[in-house]
Protein backbone atom coordinates (compact mmCIF):
# COMPACT_ATOMS: atom_id res chain seq x y z
CA UNK A 1 0.00 0.00 0.00
CA UNK A 2 1.22 3.43 -1.02
CA UNK A 3 1.76 6.33 1.73
CA UNK A 4 -1.05 8.18 0.42
CA UNK A 5 -3.22 5.13 0.64
CA UNK A 6 -2.04 4.31 4.55
CA UNK A 7 -3.23 8.36 4.63
CA UNK A 8 -6.10 7.55 3.47
CA UNK A 9 -6.79 4.26 5.35
CA UNK A 10 -6.10 5.83 8.44
CA UNK A 11 -8.17 8.34 8.10
CA UNK A 12 -11.27 6.42 7.34
CA UNK A 13 -10.15 4.35 10.31
CA UNK A 14 -10.17 7.12 13.01
CA UNK A 15 -11.80 10.35 11.29
CA UNK A 16 -8.64 12.23 12.21
CA UNK A 17 -7.83 14.88 9.64
CA UNK A 18 -5.00 14.76 6.47
CA UNK A 19 -1.86 16.15 8.60
CA UNK A 20 -3.20 14.19 11.90
CA UNK A 21 -2.81 10.79 9.83
CA UNK A 22 0.34 11.81 8.04
CA UNK A 23 2.20 12.38 10.67
CA UNK A 24 1.13 9.40 12.96
CA UNK A 25 2.38 7.64 10.30
CA UNK A 26 5.45 8.70 9.77
CA UNK A 27 6.16 8.59 13.82
CA UNK A 28 4.92 4.74 13.40
CA UNK A 29 6.91 4.11 10.72
CA UNK A 30 4.35 3.64 8.33
CA UNK A 31 3.03 1.13 10.67
CA UNK A 32 -0.98 1.83 10.44
CA UNK A 33 -1.42 0.00 13.69
CA UNK A 34 0.77 1.89 15.40
CA UNK A 35 -0.44 5.24 13.82
CA UNK A 36 -4.12 4.09 15.11
CA UNK A 37 -2.64 4.09 18.62
CA UNK A 38 -0.58 7.44 18.05
CA UNK A 39 -3.57 9.42 17.16
CA UNK A 40 -5.66 7.34 20.21
CA UNK A 41 -3.18 8.38 22.55
CA UNK A 42 -3.59 12.08 21.35
CA UNK A 43 -7.17 12.25 20.84
CA UNK A 44 -7.46 11.70 24.23
CA UNK A 45 -5.45 14.47 25.37
CA UNK A 46 -7.43 16.46 22.77
CA UNK A 47 -10.69 15.00 24.69
CA UNK A 48 -9.24 15.81 28.02
CA UNK A 49 -9.00 19.48 27.19
CA UNK A 50 -12.30 19.25 25.56
CA UNK A 51 -13.87 18.13 28.96
CA UNK A 52 -13.70 21.60 30.87
CA UNK A 53 -16.12 23.53 28.43
CA UNK A 54 -19.89 23.22 28.67
CA UNK A 55 -22.19 21.11 27.22
CA UNK A 56 -25.87 22.46 26.96
CA UNK A 57 -27.05 20.92 23.89
CA UNK A 58 -27.97 17.45 23.07
CA UNK A 59 -30.58 14.80 22.43
CA UNK A 60 -32.57 12.95 24.86
CA UNK A 61 -33.09 8.66 23.55
CA UNK A 62 -35.55 6.15 23.86
CA UNK A 63 -35.26 2.64 23.50
CA UNK A 64 -37.58 -0.30 24.52
CA UNK A 65 -41.17 -1.52 24.80
CA UNK A 66 -44.25 -1.54 26.73
CA UNK A 67 -42.70 -3.15 29.27
CA UNK A 68 -39.41 -1.74 29.60
CA UNK A 69 -38.14 1.47 28.85
CA UNK A 70 -35.09 4.10 29.08
CA UNK A 71 -34.00 7.44 28.63
CA UNK A 72 -30.33 8.56 28.39
CA UNK A 73 -29.37 12.29 27.56
CA UNK A 74 -26.29 12.78 25.29
CA UNK A 75 -24.64 16.16 25.99
CA UNK A 76 -22.72 18.21 23.33
CA UNK A 77 -21.82 21.78 22.49
CA UNK A 78 -24.30 22.94 19.91
CA UNK A 79 -27.19 22.36 18.44
CA UNK A 80 -25.16 21.70 14.84
CA UNK A 81 -23.20 18.83 16.46
CA UNK A 82 -26.59 17.66 17.69
CA UNK A 83 -27.63 16.56 14.34
CA UNK A 84 -24.26 15.19 13.27
CA UNK A 85 -24.85 11.51 11.85
CA UNK A 86 -21.62 10.14 13.54
CA UNK A 87 -23.04 11.46 16.85
CA UNK A 88 -26.80 10.37 16.35
CA UNK A 89 -25.48 6.95 14.94
CA UNK A 90 -23.30 6.50 18.45
CA UNK A 91 -26.33 8.15 20.58
CA UNK A 92 -29.08 5.13 18.96
CA UNK A 93 -26.52 2.58 19.85
CA UNK A 94 -25.96 4.24 23.41
CA UNK A 95 -29.30 4.25 24.37
CA UNK A 96 -30.15 0.55 23.14
CA UNK A 97 -27.13 -0.40 25.54
CA UNK A 98 -28.43 1.81 28.41
CA UNK A 99 -31.74 -0.27 28.43
CA UNK A 100 -30.15 -3.86 28.68
CA UNK A 101 -27.82 -2.49 31.88
CA UNK A 102 -31.27 -0.39 32.87
CA UNK A 103 -29.35 3.10 33.25
CA UNK A 104 -26.23 2.11 35.29
CA UNK A 105 -23.56 4.22 34.20
CA UNK A 106 -20.71 2.21 35.28
CA UNK A 107 -21.91 -1.09 33.57
CA UNK A 108 -22.95 1.08 30.31
CA UNK A 109 -19.36 2.83 29.86
CA UNK A 110 -17.54 -0.74 29.99
CA UNK A 111 -20.13 -2.31 27.46
CA UNK A 112 -18.91 -3.06 24.04
CA UNK A 113 -20.44 -1.65 21.48
CA UNK A 114 -20.56 -2.66 17.68
CA UNK A 115 -16.83 -1.43 16.57
CA UNK A 116 -15.30 -3.60 19.19
CA UNK A 117 -14.25 -0.80 21.70
CA UNK A 118 -16.36 0.13 24.70
CA UNK A 119 -18.88 2.61 25.14
CA UNK A 120 -15.87 4.88 27.07
CA UNK A 121 -13.12 4.64 24.50
CA UNK A 122 -15.93 5.19 21.67
CA UNK A 123 -16.76 8.11 23.74
CA UNK A 124 -13.37 9.43 23.57
CA UNK A 125 -12.45 8.57 19.76
CA UNK A 126 -16.23 11.16 18.72
CA UNK A 127 -15.11 13.73 21.15
CA UNK A 128 -11.59 13.74 18.83
CA UNK A 129 -13.13 13.30 15.95
CA UNK A 130 -15.83 16.14 16.46
CA UNK A 131 -13.95 18.17 18.14
CA UNK A 132 -16.54 18.89 21.02
CA UNK A 133 -17.24 18.35 24.58
CA UNK A 134 -19.33 15.55 24.40
CA UNK A 135 -21.17 13.35 27.83
CA UNK A 136 -23.24 10.61 28.88
CA UNK A 137 -26.43 12.91 31.09
CA UNK A 138 -29.07 11.45 33.22
CA UNK A 139 -30.74 8.33 32.63
CA UNK A 140 -33.73 6.18 33.51
CA UNK A 141 -35.51 3.16 33.02
CA UNK A 142 -38.95 2.02 34.05
CA UNK A 143 -39.81 -1.98 34.16
CA UNK A 144 -43.53 -2.45 34.54
CA UNK A 145 -44.87 -6.03 34.70
CA UNK A 146 -48.92 -5.03 35.02
CA UNK A 147 -49.35 -2.42 32.97
CA UNK A 148 -48.27 -0.58 30.13
CA UNK A 149 -45.37 2.36 29.36
CA UNK A 150 -46.05 5.06 27.54
CA UNK A 151 -43.75 7.49 25.78
CA UNK A 152 -43.65 10.79 24.35
CA UNK A 153 -41.17 12.79 22.30
CA UNK A 154 -40.98 16.95 22.00
CA UNK A 155 -38.71 18.61 19.55
CA UNK A 156 -37.76 15.44 17.71
CA UNK A 157 -34.30 15.84 15.98
CA UNK A 158 -34.68 12.58 14.37
CA UNK A 159 -36.21 8.94 14.89
CA UNK A 160 -36.63 8.42 18.61
CA UNK A 161 -34.12 11.21 19.66
CA UNK A 162 -35.84 14.55 20.75
CA UNK A 163 -34.73 17.61 23.11
CA UNK A 164 -37.62 16.28 25.40
CA UNK A 165 -38.98 12.91 26.39
CA UNK A 166 -40.78 11.69 28.69
CA UNK A 167 -41.45 7.87 30.21
CA UNK A 168 -44.57 6.70 32.51
CA UNK A 169 -46.17 3.59 33.89
CA UNK A 170 -49.50 2.98 34.40
CA UNK A 171 -50.95 0.07 36.28
CA UNK A 172 -54.47 -0.91 34.76
CA UNK A 173 -55.68 -4.64 34.00
CA UNK A 174 -56.81 -4.16 30.29
CA UNK A 175 -54.24 -2.90 28.58
CA UNK A 176 -55.47 -3.07 25.19
CA UNK A 177 -58.21 -0.59 26.66
CA UNK A 178 -59.04 2.40 24.18
CA UNK A 179 -59.90 4.84 26.81
CA UNK A 180 -56.39 3.64 29.20
CA UNK A 181 -54.37 4.15 26.04
CA UNK A 182 -55.25 7.46 25.02
CA UNK A 183 -54.91 8.29 28.84
CA UNK A 184 -51.45 7.24 28.83
CA UNK A 185 -50.73 9.43 25.59
CA UNK A 186 -52.16 12.55 26.92
CA UNK A 187 -50.54 11.78 30.81
CA UNK A 188 -46.97 11.66 28.95
CA UNK A 189 -47.51 14.46 26.83
CA UNK A 190 -48.40 16.42 30.42
CA UNK A 191 -45.49 15.85 32.06
CA UNK A 192 -43.69 16.78 29.46
CA UNK A 193 -45.34 19.81 29.23
CA UNK A 194 -46.34 20.82 32.93
CA UNK A 195 -42.86 19.12 34.46
CA UNK A 196 -43.99 17.69 37.89
CA UNK A 197 -41.62 16.74 40.78
CA UNK A 198 -43.83 13.63 42.03
CA UNK A 199 -46.81 11.47 41.68
CA UNK A 200 -48.00 13.26 45.18
CA UNK A 201 -46.80 14.98 48.12
CA UNK A 202 -46.04 12.11 49.98
CA UNK A 203 -43.42 11.41 47.23
CA UNK A 204 -41.59 15.00 47.04
CA UNK A 205 -38.19 14.55 48.05
CA UNK A 206 -37.89 16.69 51.87
CA UNK A 207 -34.87 18.70 50.69
CA UNK A 208 -37.14 19.98 47.72
CA UNK A 209 -39.70 21.14 50.69
CA UNK A 210 -37.36 22.76 53.33
CA UNK A 211 -35.79 24.95 50.57
CA UNK A 212 -38.88 26.21 49.26
CA UNK A 213 -39.61 27.05 52.51
CA UNK A 214 -36.53 28.82 52.99
CA UNK A 215 -37.14 30.98 50.10
CA UNK A 216 -40.52 31.47 51.09
CA UNK A 217 -39.80 32.76 54.71
CA UNK A 218 -37.01 34.85 52.68
CA UNK A 219 -39.49 36.28 50.91
CA UNK A 220 -41.63 37.26 53.44
CA UNK A 221 -38.91 38.38 56.42
CA UNK A 222 -39.75 42.32 56.18
CA UNK A 223 -42.91 42.96 55.14
CA UNK A 224 -44.48 43.91 58.07
CA UNK A 225 -47.01 41.69 59.25
CA UNK A 226 -47.63 39.91 62.27
CA UNK A 227 -45.54 36.34 63.15
CA UNK A 228 -48.61 34.66 62.92
CA UNK A 229 -50.40 36.08 59.42
CA UNK A 230 -46.84 35.55 57.79
CA UNK A 231 -46.91 31.92 59.06
CA UNK A 232 -50.16 31.07 57.71
CA UNK A 233 -49.39 33.44 54.65
CA UNK A 234 -46.24 30.98 54.15
CA UNK A 235 -47.85 27.83 54.98
CA UNK A 236 -50.62 28.80 51.91
CA UNK A 237 -47.61 29.21 49.39
CA UNK A 238 -45.85 26.03 50.21
CA UNK A 239 -49.25 24.61 49.60
CA UNK A 240 -50.02 26.41 46.43
CA UNK A 241 -46.41 25.15 45.40
CA UNK A 242 -46.80 21.45 46.66
CA UNK A 243 -50.43 21.51 44.58
CA UNK A 244 -48.62 22.72 41.29
CA UNK A 245 -45.67 20.53 41.26
CA UNK A 246 -47.46 17.36 42.11
CA UNK A 247 -48.76 15.10 39.12
CA UNK A 248 -52.10 14.33 40.59
CA UNK A 249 -53.34 17.73 41.51
CA UNK A 250 -51.84 19.82 38.72
CA UNK A 251 -54.31 21.50 36.21
CA UNK A 252 -54.69 18.77 33.35
CA UNK A 253 -53.35 20.55 29.48
CA UNK A 254 -56.17 19.21 27.76
CA UNK A 255 -58.43 20.76 30.35
CA UNK A 256 -57.45 23.14 32.70
CA UNK A 257 -60.26 23.25 35.21
CA UNK A 258 -59.84 20.00 35.91
CA UNK A 259 -56.93 18.37 38.24
CA UNK A 260 -55.51 14.93 36.71
CA UNK A 261 -57.06 13.20 39.61
CA UNK A 262 -60.25 14.09 38.49
CA UNK A 263 -59.57 13.04 34.94
CA UNK A 264 -58.77 9.71 36.57
CA UNK A 265 -61.89 9.50 38.15
CA UNK A 266 -64.05 10.89 35.46
CA UNK A 267 -62.42 7.38 32.85
CA UNK A 268 -64.39 5.22 35.27
CA UNK A 269 -61.91 2.58 34.39
CA UNK A 270 -61.22 0.50 38.21
CA UNK A 271 -57.66 0.22 39.45
CA UNK A 272 -56.21 2.66 37.38
CA UNK A 273 -52.73 3.62 39.13
CA UNK A 274 -49.62 5.73 37.88
CA UNK A 275 -46.30 4.15 38.86
CA UNK A 276 -43.58 6.18 38.09
CA UNK A 277 -42.60 8.64 35.45
CA UNK A 278 -39.50 10.39 34.38
CA UNK A 279 -38.95 13.54 32.02
CA UNK A 280 -35.51 14.43 30.73
CA UNK A 281 -35.14 18.01 29.17
CA UNK A 282 -31.79 19.50 27.25
CA UNK A 283 -30.69 22.11 28.96
CA UNK A 284 -32.70 22.22 32.20
Known amino acids: MSDINKVKELR ?3 GAGFKDCNNALKEANNDIEKAIEILRVKGISKATKKMAREAN ?22 DF ?3 N ?3 ISFVKEISEINNSVSSDHEKLKKIIMKNNKSVEDTLVDLISKIGEKITLGRSKTIVCENGKIFTYLHSIVKDKLAKLAVISSIKYDNENNEIFLNFGKQLSMH ?24 LIDEELKN ?32 DPDKKVNEIIHSLKLSN ?4 EFHRIKIGE
Not at 225 to 253: A, H, R, Y
Open 12 to 14: KST
Open 57 to 78: EGVVAVFGDNKKSSLIEVNCET
Open 81 to 83: VAK
Open 85 to 87: EDF
Open 191 to 214: IAASNPIAINEKLIDQNILTKEKE
Open 223 to 254: NGKPKEIVEKISKGKLNKFIQDNCLMTQSWVM
Open 272 to 275: VEIK
